[in-house]
């Protein structure tokens, strides 16, 4: 988990990342800005209804495995 421009960027599985963006949840990490995205990495708006604290905790579930 990190902050990437006021952003929230979290650690999740794939299967998880792919629902989070088929729903407008969040969008995939491209940290470098260049279309390689990261498929396990999701980058959440300051602006979006996720609650980031819940999926903080999955992460910290998830990285924990």
């Known amino acids: 988990m990190m902050s990437s421009n006021g952003e929230f960027v979290v ?4 299967e998880r ?3 989070m963006v088929a729903s407008g949840e969040a ?3 491209d940290p470098r800005r260049n279309g390689h995205v990261m498929k396990e990495w999701a980058v959440i ?3 979006s209804k996720t609650k980031w604290l819940e ?3 999955e992460a910290k579930n998830f990285i924990g495995k």
Do not use: E, G, I, N
Request: aromatic share 6%; no cysteine; net charge positive.
């Open 27 to 29: 969008a995939r990490f």
């Open 45 to 47: 708006a300051p602006t």
């Open 17 to 19: 990342v792919d629902r």
């Open 55 to 57: 999926v903080a905790r």
């Open 11 to 14: 650690k999740l599985s794939r």
